[in-house]
């Protein structure tokens, strides 16, 4: 079975701090990983998946498979990067996206 | 951008009563999903349905669940008898490809069984 694990509930940071929002995986196969972001009173959204490589407002997420990790990270966090972030997994052949619990970034001005 | 609306955004019924949420997902769009998230606990696979059929549901989607596309535009989950537990956030969402491509979700319904 798959599973993901966000261990922070919720992790605070100053305004130009850098900032990582933990994802580890458990899947016996090759996983697709994914970044969705909540922002306050709008909907959940892509942030970014590990097969694009790209970097969405200044975010970036390496997929470690030796360490079935798949963090999130930024250099500098700004106000407007408060939310909530969910890290998803979706297997080969699988309809289904399976998401970890979430974590609440609070960048404290 | 497009959008996935969903309606109505809160609902309240009874436990016993059928409810039925509804979705409009982007209209070029193949895939439609829909997820729950109970209150403080992850967002949750229910059922994929593609081509005018389900082609991948969850174990919390039993036969008290069922979803259809009736018009080509409108995609529903209907519960049948609904359960305390069945109290949920429910997110619509739809996207072109499979679930390794972006999905786009609605703002959701929040359904409360008393």
């Known amino acids: 079975a798959q599973r993901v694990t966000q261990p922070e509930k919720l992790l605070s940071v100053f305004k130009g701090a850098p900032v990582e929002l933990k994802c580890n995986y458990s899947y016996s196969g090759s996983p697709e990983l994914f970044w969705y972001v909540q922002y306050s009173r709008q909907r959940l959204q892509l942030l970014l998946r590990?097969?694009s490589r790209e970097s969405i407002k200044g975010f970036t997420a390496d997929l470690n498979k030796g360490e079935t990790s798949f963090h999130l990270k930024k250099p500098f966090a700004q106000e407007e990067d408060s939310a909530m972030y969910y890290c998803?997994?979706?297997?080969?052949?699988?309809?289904?996206?399976?998401f970890g619990k979430g974590t609440k970034l609070s960048v404290i001005p | 951008e497009p959008e996935v609306t969903q309606t109505p955004s809160h609902q309240v019924t009874q436990m016993g009563q059928e409810v039925i949420l509804r979705c409009v997902p982007i209209s070029n769009h193949l895939y439609f999903y829909w997820y729950r998230q109970i209150l403080g606990q992850k967002v949750e696979f229910l059922v994929s349905?593609?081509?005018?059929?389900?082609?991948?549901k969850s174990e919390i989607f039993d036969d008290q669940f069922s979803v259809e596309r009736p018009d080509g535009s409108n995609f529903t989950l209907k519960i049948r008898s609904t359960k305390l537990e069945d109290s949920a956030m429910y997110f619509c969402?739809?996207?072109?490809?499979?679930?390794?491509?972006?999905?786009?979700f609605g703002s959701g319904t929040q359904l409360s069984v008393l």
């Open positions: 590990h097969i």
């Open positions: 998803a997994l979706s297997s080969v052949g699988s309809y289904q996206l399976t």
């Open positions: 969402a739809s996207s072109e490809g499979p679930a390794n491509e972006k999905l786009f």
């Open positions: 349905f593609y081509n005018n059929e389900i082609s991948e």
